[in-house]
């Protein structure tokens, strides 16, 4: 509850960039690559290619800056889809973007392991597949100790790999300078000689193929809109420089990289990657004096890329769990994923999104090429599905928003060429691993739709319970109320934010052991979660909230001459806030016994017990092994 607290751990711009902004500039290892090979001979045309991903990097980063200002609690896709479409285009949007932020660590880390294995022998590549899974498993413990730790051991790769590539980018094109007047002419040359022999619509269709295959380049752009509650204050401010360090990073290296793909004449060499290619020539024109520098250079600089691809895989770890908890909110998946551990980090949603990677990694066997497919249709889905809603939204605040023309064309161009990349790899790929995504995306709303079926059934009949007790109206404070004798029995109660749970509780006490109890103690711990912790106004709502539900109780019992009191607490964990209170109880009223409910679901089953939280089961057992009383009483739910 000390609002010092979220301070100490929120991101400045830098630290975001270094963690949500390595996914996007570790795409640069793979995406001018894919988009360069595509266009086949005529390599010439890479100057468009450069043109296009510099500007649709900047187009993007602009669109999302949009997402930042309308969404500052985060949420990114989601909260754009559920808000601004409606609560399908949400869910579509929430299990894209979590099936691809699985798929961020899998195939980063794919990636990675196949750039260390590059240099080392044939003989060790049966290996590559266990280091993967390692790699994953230590960013998974990193990640559950805090994320500024994981963030800070990971910053002198993330630098390195930034300082490193600045400088032979800029070298390389400054050692060939003398060709880049007749770059120009010779695209031009290259477009009209190509139109001439298969037509304008051969050339279009062959940039348009190239382009869709480079696009894994734009991924992890979303980032920072999905994890704006992560940042420190302004929040606003601060997500909008660190989207400013992404779009220039990621702007310079990949649109480099093809220029450098040009100047340097870059032929793909099986083994090795085109960037290995190319930087090896730069450095070895720089000359540091003997070949074995010249080769330690070119090792530094694949270790480099290897380590922001395993950097970028933390993007994961990080927007994961962001999109489960905002989801969690909406009841789409268990709200156990709203939760938070006491480093204040959602580790359900971490490990969920770990032990998922693993499951992809043996299944595709760490194949990028496979892995790259799954991963570039759900991007751009969620891409297009976030510029539709801004269209949608300044279409209808047009009277009211300022610069709303401007900010709509800045949409719909991004929709323009988000939605054209996404329809081309979806007909493109379909059969080479496209229709996978669909079917696993498409499984994955089928279960969200499921679950928040289930919750809202649940919520109607216990929404129908609470109306029994407060038809009434609120209970006024009775005068000189009965004051409770510790050394009485007395029942205590742990109760939540459904009334009529508790009363029904309350109830059932007095009816099964009439007139013994002359103590009736309320306790109630307030959870902070995902979304309490987004600022100090949600966390004095919470403190709101669980103060005047035990104030309800407190009335009710002294309404009817009946000794009350109440206790309440603040934490990540209940169990453990729960544990410290009844110490403290114990110590008041010795002669206590502790009462809990749990829901009964006439059809009882894996299901239900999973999306409901078994606080009274797991706090049953630790108070018996203390030797202190404790009863669950049953409330059936149709």
């Not at 976030?386 to 800045?410: D, F, K, M, P, T």
């Not at 934010?497 to 029904?504: E, I, Y």
Request: proline fraction near 3%.
């Amino acid at each position: 509850m000390n609002p010092e607290t979220r301070r100490h751990i929120a991101l400045i711009a830098f630290f975001a960039w270094v963690g949500l902004g390595a996914d996007g500039l570790s795409s640069a290892n793979y995406g001018p690559e894919e988009a360069y090979l595509a266009l086949g001979t005529h390599t010439q045309l890479g100057l468009y290619l450069a043109a296009a991903t510099i500007i649709t990097v900047f187009i993007i980063s602009l669109a999302y800056n949009q997402v930042i200002e309308l969404f500052p609690n985060g949420g990114g896709g989601y909260k754009v889809a559920t808000q601004l479409i409606g609560p399908r285009a949400g869910v579509t949007a929430g299990a894209a973007l979590i099936v691809d932020y699985v798929l961020t660590i899998a195939i980063s880390v794919a990636s990675g392991a196949d750039a260390v294995f590059s240099l080392l022998p044939v003989s060790w590549q049966g290996w590559k597949v266990a280091f993967a899974i390692l790699l994953v498993l230590i960013l998974l413990t990193l990640n559950l100790r805090g994320l500024k730790e994981a963030i800070k051991i990971l910053l002198p790769v993330f630098l390195g790999y930034v300082i490193v590539h600045a400088v032979l980018i800029t070298w390389g094109i400054y050692a060939h300078a003398e060709r880049l007047p007749t770059l120009l002419p010779a695209t031009l040359a290259e477009t009209k000689a190509m139109a001439g022999e298969a037509g304008w619509t051969f050339v279009a269709a062959t940039l348009l193929f190239a382009y869709s295959h480079g696009g894994g380049t734009y991924t992890g752009l979303e980032a920072v809109s999905n994890n704006i509650n992560t940042l420190a204050e302004p929040r606003v401010r601060t997500g909008k420089w660190t989207m400013f360090y992404m779009a220039m990073s990621l702007a310079f290296t990949a649109g480099g990289i093809l220029v450098l793909y040009m100047l340097w004449d870059a032929v793909k060499i099986p083994g090795q990657t085109l960037n290995a290619t190319v930087f090896g020539a730069i450095i070895n024109d720089f000359n540091l004096g003997s070949a074995a520098l010249n080769e330690t250079a070119l090792l530094i600089v694949l270790l480099l890329e290897a380590g922001l691809l395993f950097i970028a895989a933390n993007t994961g770890f990080l927007g994961g769990p962001a999109v489960l908890a905002n989801m969690a909110a909406d009841s789409w998946v268990p709200r156990q994923f709203r939760q938070l551990s006491s480093r204040l980090v959602t580790q359900n949603g971490i490990v969920l999104m770990g032990v998922a990677a693993l499951v992809v990694l043996l299944w595709s066997e760490g194949s990028v090429a496979l892995l790259v497919v799954l991963y570039s249709i759900n991007v751009f889905l969620t891409f297009s599905i976030a510029l539709w809603g801004l269209c949608l939204y300044w279409i209808r605040n047009r009277r009211s928003a300022e610069h709303w023309r401007w900010r709509l064309v800045l949409s719909a161009a991004g929709l323009f060429v988000t939605t054209g990349i996404l329809l081309v790899l979806i007909f493109g790929k379909f059969f080479d691993g496209g229709w996978v995504t669909l079917l696993i995306t498409g499984g994955v709303i089928a279960l969200c739709a499921v679950i928040r079926w289930h919750y809202n059934e649940t919520r109607e009949q216990l929404r129908k319970i609470d109306k029994l007790f407060s038809s009434g109206g609120p209970l006024k404070a009775i005068e000189n109320p009965p004051q409770p004798d510790a050394q009485k029995p007395t029942a205590v109660f742990f109760v939540g934010k459904n009334r009529g749970v508790g009363m029904h509780a309350l109830l059932w006490v007095q009816r099964l052991f009439p007139g013994h109890f002359r103590n009736f103690v309320f306790v109630s711990v307030g959870e902070i979660d995902a979304q309490r912790f987004d600022g100090a106004g949600a966390l004095r709502t919470l403190q709101f909230e669980i103060e005047n539900s035990l104030r309800y109780y407190e009335n009710f019992c002294h309404s009817h001459e009946l000794a009350a009191k109440s206790y309440c607490g603040f934490g990540t964990e209940p169990v453990d806030e729960l544990l410290k209170l009844v110490e403290q109880i114990t110590r008041d009223f010795p002669n206590c016994v502790f009462f809990a409910s749990k829901l009964i679901f006439v059809h009882d089953n894996f299901f239900t017990r999973w999306l409901h939280n078994q606080t009274a089961l797991a706090l049953q057992q630790k108070l018996h092994l203390q030797g202190i009383q404790m009863v669950i009483l049953p409330m059936k739910v149709e």
